[in-house]
């Protein structure tokens, strides 16, 4: 028998019922996944993120999502962007996207990075951002490895260390 979860309102820290909403569900046949399911299961385990990023579901949930296209990885960037979101959420949408990152997400990251005040979801930006090795990318994150907001700067900085800049491994 599987353990049963409080009712939300049981349960006072539980994330919000639905953190991404679910597009209808694609009527193709040939799909090899259905997004708006993933996406529900994604949501499932972001309700306890803590909990979940002990497995590697949530990472596969947006690899296969990626796999469908980068427009069903978009609610993921909405979540992570959003001024609603917590710190929690957007780094367990950096954990999830991790392995997902593409370089055609470059120009939405650099984006998000420019346009958005809050220093937790230029940060997360910067992380995903650093899972990618094209030069134009490295350009960027050598400029926000001086950023003042010190997450950024310091997400620039580990990225890069961890891609062998030497300047950075000093």
Known sequence: CLPTTPPEDETPDAAPAALIK???PAQSAAAP????QLLEEWNSLAKTPLRSQMDTRHIAIASELSALGDEHLEPLFKLMESAESTPE?????VSSMSKAIQPSHAERLK???????DGTTRACATML???LTDEKSRAILKELANDPEGRVSMAASISLAEHGD???RA
């Open 166 to 168: 030497a300047e950075m």
């Open 111 to 117: 984006t998000m990075i420019r346009a958005s005040e």
């Open 89 to 93: 959420q957007k780094v367990f949408v």
């Open 129 to 131: 951002l650093g899972q």
């Open 33 to 36: 996944a259905n997004p708006a």
């Open 22 to 24: 679910s597009p209808p």
